[in-house]
């Protein structure tokens, strides 16, 4: 079973940016990928971006070109670097293992809150 802890919401004007921080403990080595999902307000999860174990990368269509997921392995840490933010990001954002195709397969934790002020 693994852990996740994610960090670094808060409130931003919409163009600015933020990074947040999916601390994982536990068995990570069985980790196949890692994701990051939102939720808004009365609105379906959606997938973010997930990073597989290889390294590859994918992105939701509306965050193609300003969010970049990365990862620290020595600090079992995946990132999620959030450029030119506009008030449609704000929600709630939450890291998890995923599948190889992003669909999230472990438990969710509390998330971290981001507000993009208009």
């Known amino acids: 079973q693994v852990q996740f802890v994610e960090s670094g919401g808060g409130l931003v004007q919409a163009g600015g940016s933020l990074r947040l921080s999916c601390a994982a403990s536990?068995?990570?080595?069985?980790?196949?990928?890692i994701g990051w999902y939102r939720q808004a307000p009365g609105v379906q999860r959606e997938l973010v971006a997930f990073?597989?174990?290889?390294?590859?990368?994918h992105y939701g269509d509306s965050v193609k070109g300003r969010f970049t997921i990365s990862r620290d392995n020595a600090k079992n840490t995946v990132y999620l670097q959030m450029n030119s933010l506009n008030p449609d990001d704000t929600a709630v954002y939450y890291c998890?293992?995923?599948?190889?195709?992003?669909?999230?397969?472990?438990?969710w934790g509390q998330g971290t809150p981001v507000t993009v002020s208009s």
């Open positions: 998890n293992s995923a599948s190889y195709v992003g669909v999230p397969n472990g438990s």
């Open positions: 536990g068995s990570t080595f069985s980790v196949t990928a």
């Open positions: 990073m597989t174990r290889g390294g590859t990368t």
